[in-house]
T-cell receptor, first 114, second 116 residues
Framework: AQSVTQLDSQVPVFEEAPVELRCNYSSSVSVYLFWYVQYPNQGLQLLLKYLSGSTLVKGINGFEAEFNKSQTSFHLRKPSVHISDTAEYFCAVSGRAAGNKLTFGGGTRVLVKP | DTGVSQDPRHKITKRGQNVTFRCDPISEHNRLYWYRQTLGQGPEFLTYFQNEAQLEKSRLLSDRFSAERPKGSFSTLEIQRTEQGDSAMYLC??????????????FGPGTRLTVT
């Protein structure tokens, strides 16, 4: 079984400032790691994923995340946010077995202020 | 590729009524997942299909819930005798296992259920 903890439920940030969203996970097996974004009244859109290889992963819209196996973390960062980045962000893990159902964290709401 | 679609987008029903939601996955995807998202929470896995076979069900899926994917294409999720606690966003996702790379799930816009 897996679990995901997103340490911040809300992150207010000024436009053009950097942002970091923290994610820690727990699993007894090797996992894939994901970040999704959800805009109001919409489904989830994949930002980036870690499967294997380089621990620094680049995604869409200027986001990147770093996998740290020893700390079981997968923090998301963006060096300069825009108003349009206001949304809810979910970290998720899946085992590498068949099925690959996702286990999500509770989400972090990012509010970008002008 | 029109993406994953769900119908209806919103449903308001009275407690005790039955409701049915539909999900149409991306056409070549053979895996289909249902998740439930309550207000302020992350989505929780309910069940998934590979083609028409339902391979896993969460214990969240009580006996009032049933899901089908009769021809391995679209899927339906039915909730019988709805309760106020069923109010949530129901999300559908699909994926296509290709060479073991079935990790990426594409989500639909969701069906928001309100039980009054």
């Amino acid at each position: 079984a897996q679990s995901v903890t997103q340490l911040d439920s809300q992150v207010p940030v000024f436009e053009e400032a950097p942002v970091e969203l923290r994610c820690n996970y727990s699993s007894s097996v090797s996992v894939y790691l994901f970040w999704y974004v959800q805009y109001p009244n919409q489904g989830l859109q994949l930002l980036l994923k870690y499967l294997s290889g380089s621990t620094l992963v680049k995604g869409i819209n200027g986001f990147e995340a770093e996998f740290n196996k020893s700390q079981t973390s997968f923090h998301l960062r963006k060096p300069s946010v825009h108003i349009s980045d206001t949304a809810e962000y979910f970290c998720a893990v899946s085992g590498r077995a068949a099925g690959n159902k996702l286990t999500f964290g509770g989400g972090t709401r990012v509010l970008v202020k002008p | 590729d029109t993406g994953v679609s769900q119908d209806p987008r919103h449903k308001i029903t009275k407690r005790g009524q039955n409701v049915t939601f539909r999900c149409d996955p991306i056409s070549e995807h053979n895996r289909l997942y249902w998740y439930r998202q309550t207000l302020g929470q992350g989505p929780e896995f309910l069940t998934y299909f590979q083609n028409e076979a339902q391979l896993e069900k969460s214990r969240l899926l009580s006996d009032r819930f049933s899901a089908e994917r009769p021809k391995g294409s679209f899927s339906t999720l039915e909730i019988q005798r709805t309760e106020q606690g069923d109010s949530a966003m129901y999300l559908c996702a699909s994926s296509f296992p290709s060479g073991g790379s079935d990790y990426e799930q594409y989500f639909g816009p969701g069906t928001r259920l309100t039980v009054t």
